[in-house]
């Protein structure tokens, strides 16, 4: 970027009031339990490193799914966990804890991480009722009664068969959980208190009964022949059960009798009793507790008996979780402060006597303060299992080490990502190479590393053509209006001016709604003139039109012709007989004309023309519907991923779900002829809209119209579903999409083919791009003109002057000269018209393979990422800004003018109660 390029007019939005809802939960998928038969052992095979979706809950209701953002195999990602989607809760309703299982445990294979398909979800929310969600749908599946008063705990053992809840009336209830199903197993002998928490022991190996039919000399030749039937006589089994309680006091139950059999009692001060709000348990059977006075403690799992007492923390102790390889438990809670404990053994043959009289012994070996606010949930990957030695999961030969990383959330809404490893973890103890997976710095220890924040997510949308910025929340809608700056106004960086009288105000407040829904909104969106806004549940889509009054106000308009219209064209959802007319996403052509709808149950995609006096349904496609993830032999990612050969294969795989995926995105191309669609599969479709005879639609049969509107083509699959659909302005067929891992993908729709400038397109891409900590969320282009920008220009975005355009070149060659793109802490300009120009075809090397989602109909790779770039030219191509943050929304509102949505987390926690604090002697 040349430094005498003209900069843009930033319209810095601080006025938008995005408040992301506290962290209340966090919990990642269980690892099934190993085999044991040695026959089962010996069919595992090393998968290359494998991560697993984060699952986080919110105090109002919702819960997000956070997957992975690197490639299969890939032991680091910059962009680390990025958010998927959000399972919408039911209005009002609230988070407490989070329980995942495997859903069949029995089959599932054991050196495979569980995807979202494989996992069953269950939430409490401070009542009495269990929650079980559809993890394809995102919708509660089913609810059961504890029949004990407001479930205060629960956990899952480690086979994913039993869920205990601990209750308020002092019961602990065992939810069976075998073959998909739920309901009361047994309970628990009644105590005088509340179970405030629960975790299960180590599951012990153990040989069931013998099969009845078939002698001893039969079971020898089934043995000598290879047979594994008798595999099934081996499993895993479940002893004991610790919970803590609210009367000072943790108590270990005996399962089979559901008696407790021991009680330990904690600390108390003035009488006053002492809440144990988390416990753990180690493999060897080691209980560790954290409690009200801030203590952390550790008893022996035989005598129950104290063994390490701990004051860790200056208030209570909320949350505890216990690291991978069972030698390090992190600890934190109100004081906002996360201890680690690690598990120090004495030197062989020491000759002190207190060594030998303690040969291993807890120490409270770091603490790091990473939140503002109160803490209320750990959770480490890879997750811990109370496993002995022989049965843990070893690393293949020759593959690095990853580092584990410690995940933390709270009041103050953000989760942190830091990594873990132990201390005593060297690169000679474990023989091999350590990856920091998140690429932060060398460093992976918990004292040293370097933490990384996940953003949270606001919906915040902006409409260029009348300047209006729209944010939802949880029931409702806020729309403010972006005024005109005068030639002669100043923006001053970093303020705002409706704070300043000596300012003139730069926006004014539209309107503001507050809805009737069912669950918290899921979708939003906002006509480019301004005159639509439409809003959905997961049960029912809004639609409101914008009418001025003559004072000038504005005030919506319900169209509720639509609930009509949509129910006779959303078919009835597969299960429960369920019909629902909620949008997962919402999409306006150029001339707002016609609205794009995404059904939430059935992933149908309507085209609704809003032309007319009454909304009327163009056509409907059900691609997204189809539940067979295969097209053409491709591989298609998603649930269940395996390599699809053919559709006449048997190894051929259906999606395990009764559901269609949820579409995620959609995007409509500027001359509103074309409609890119993706879902979770990773599938993209692309439909024609045909705008010049659609707009007569209406006047047409319905079958000449259908002509009109028709299904083109589906794209090839990628390796996640894209964070970005957008069309390019200057060429309207051209399809961009961007993953997660900051990957471009350009696809010629109207050809059907990859245009030769993007071929290996990311090798030519600067590496800054891919190494930024937060994915990308968007990609905008200015609009054309041949005015000079007008306003003032904010110093701190210098970008190069698009008012010289030349004349239209043919067809083939491409033209448009830059795009923004912005993730929530960065924005920059990248050059295409300079990665066309570099576009030179090269020879393809025998050891470079061509990369498998691409091999149908000769579409070239296009995800190669290269180790080395020139820096010359990323430097004069490529600037990232970091001065704005968090970026909730960013686009063009005219030529060379810029309206930026941003929410200052400091401007969120000014809202939250004060943090606790504690002072100490001779200070105040």
Same mark, same amino acid.
């Given at each position: ?74 032991? +680091? ?52 009722? =269990? ?41 602990? &209830? ?127 799992? *035989?005598?129950?008996? +104290? ?156 409409? #260029? ?94 169209? #509720? ?73 491709? !591989?298609?990612?998603? $649930?269940?991923?395996? &390599?699809?050969? $053919? ?23 500027? @001359? ?17 809209? @045909? ?26 699959? =990628? ?29 010629? *729709?109207?050809?059907?083919? *990859? ?88 020879? &393809? ?63 969120? !926690? ?12 001779? +200070?105040?």
């Amino acid at each position: 970027m040349s430094d005498n390029s003209p900069p843009l007019a930033l319209h810095r939005c601080r006025f938008v009031d995005a408040s992301p809802s506290p962290i209340t939960a966090l919990v990642f998928p269980p690892l099934p339990l190993p085999p044991l038969t040695a026959k089962a052992t010996g069919k595992q095979r090393d998968r290359g490193p494998a991560f697993g979706t984060l699952v986080v809950g919110h105090a109002n209701g919702n819960i997000d799914l956070l997957e992975w953002s690197g490639e299969l195999g890939e032991s +680091q990602a910059s962009q680390a966990w990025h958010h998927r989607k959000t399972f919408p809760g039911p209005h009002p309703s609230k988070v407490d804890s989070l329980a995942l299982t495997i859903r069949y445990p029995d089959i599932f294979p054991s050196d495979m991480v569980p995807s979202p398909s494989d996992l069953r979800l269950f939430s409490s929310g401070g009542g009495s009722e =269990l929650l079980e969600w559809d993890m394809a749908r995102g919708n509660v599946k089913r609810t059961i009664g504890s029949q004990g008063g407001s479930i205060w705990s629960m956990a899952a053992n480690a086979a994913s068969t039993l869920l205990a809840l601990g209750c308020e009336d002092g019961c602990v &209830r065992l939810l069976s959980l075998t073959a998909d199903t739920l309901q009361h197993f047994r309970r628990f002998d009644h105590v005088k208190c509340r179970i405030l928490s629960i975790a299960w022991g180590p599951p012990l190996p153990r040989q069931l009964k013998p099969k009845a039919n078939g002698s001893a000399n039969q079971r020898n030749d089934r043995e000598e022949s290879g047979d594994d039937s008798d595999d099934e006589d081996y499993g895993w089994s479940d002893s004991w059960l610790i919970t803590g309680g609210s009367d000072s006091s943790l108590r270990k139950w005996d399962i089979s009798t559901g008696r407790p059999t021991d009680r330990m009692g904690t600390d108390k001060i003035k009488g006053d009793r002492t809440l144990v709000w988390t416990v753990g348990v180690l493999a060897d059977g080691t209980i560790i507790s954290g409690d009200s006075l801030g203590t952390v403690k550790f008893w022996d799992p *035989v005598t129950c008996t +104290q063994t390490h007492s701990f004051t860790a923390h200056g208030a209570d102790v909320l949350c505890l979780t216990i690291g991978p390889d069972g030698t390090t438990v992190f600890t934190s809670g109100v004081d906002q402060k996360i201890v680690q404990f690690t598990y120090v053994s004495s030197t062989p043959g020491s000759s002190s006597s207190t060594l030998s009289a303690a040969p291993s012994r807890w120490v409270m070996s770091a603490s790091r303060r990473m939140h503002s606010h109160d803490v209320r949930s750990l959770a480490t990957w890879p997750c811990y299992s109370p496993l002995p030695p022989v049965y843990r999961r070893k690393p293949a030969p020759g593959a690095p080490f990853i580092a584990p990383v410690l995940v933390s959330g709270g009041l103050d809404m953000s989760v942190v990502l830091t990594p873990c490893l132990p201390a005593s973890v060297t690169t000679s103890t474990v023989g091999a190479r350590i990856v920091n997976p998140l690429a932060t710095s060398v460093a992976t220890t918990f004292e040293d590393s370097y933490y990384r924040r996940i953003p949270y997510v606001s919906a915040v949308s902006i409409a #260029r053509g009348a300047r209006l910025v729209s944010c939802m929340h949880e029931t409702g809608l806020n729309i403010w209006r972006v005024l005109d700056i005068p030639s002669t106004a100043m923006i001053i960086d970093g303020r705002d001016n409706s704070t300043d009288p000596e300012l003139r105000v730069s926006w004014e407040s539209v309107l503001e709604m507050e809805l009737n829904a069912q669950t918290n909104l899921i979708a939003s969106a906002l006509s480019d003139d301004g005159r639509w806004i439409v809003v959905s549940d997961l049960y029912e889509t809004k639609l409101f039109e914008l009418r001025k009054t003559p004072t000038g106000e504005m005030k919506p308009k319900r169209v #509720r012709s639509l609930s009509a219209v949509l129910e006779a064209h959303i078919p009835t959802s597969s299960s429960k007989g369920f019909r629902s007319t909620g949008g997962s996403y919402f999409v306006f052509t150029p001339d707002s004309s016609k609205m794009v709808l995404a059904s939430a149950s059935t992933s149908t995609i309507l085209i609704i023309d809003l032309s007319t006096e009454e909304p009327i349904v163009l056509r409907r496609f059900d691609q997204h519907g189809k539940l067979i993830p295969l097209s053409g032999g491709r !591989l298609v990612r998603g $649930s269940g991923r395996k &390599r699809v050969q $053919s559709a006449d294969d048997e190894d051929s795989e259906l999606h395990l779900s009764d559901s269609p995926p949820s579409v995620r995105r959609m995007a409509v191309s500027p @001359d509103g002829q074309w409609l890119a669609t993706s879902d979770e599969l990773c599938r993209t479709f692309v439909f024609n809209l @045909d705008s010049v005879q659609a707009r007569v639609g209406s006047m047409l049969s319905n079958s000449v119209a259908n002509l009109c509107l028709q299904y083109h083509r589906t794209l090839p699959s =990628l390796p996640h579903p894209p964070n970005v659909l957008t069309f390019i302005p200057e060429k309207p067929q051209i399809l961009m999409i961007v993953l997660p891992n900051n990957t471009i993908h350009i696809f010629d *729709v109207e050809r059907s083919e *990859v245009p030769v400038w993007a071929h290996d397109l990311n090798s030519r891409i600067p590496k800054q791009l891919f190494n930024t900590p937060d994915p990308v969320l968007g990609v905008i282009f200015e609009p054309d003109s041949t005015l000079p920008p007008s306003g003032l220009m904010n110093g701190d975005l210098e970008m190069t002057d698009l008012s010289q355009k030349s004349a239209r070149p043919p067809s083939s060659t491409f033209v448009q000269k830059e795009a923004f793109f912005w993730g929530t802490s960065w924005l920059c300009k990248l050059r295409l018209d300079w990665l066309v120009k570099n576009a030179e075809p090269r020879k &393809r090397r025998k050891s470079e393979g061509r990369h498998p989602l691409q091999e149908h109909q000769g579409v070239p790779n296009l995800a190669l990422r290269p180790d080395l770039q020139n820096s010359a030219y990323e430097a004069r191509n490529l600037r990232i800004v970091t001065h704005y943050r968090p970026i909730l929304a960013l686009d063009f509102v005219g030529p060379g003018e810029v309206v930026l949505a941003e929410r200052p987390l400091v401007d969120v !926690l000014s809202k939250l109660p004060p943090a606790f604090f504690k002072p100490k002697y001779g +200070q105040t």
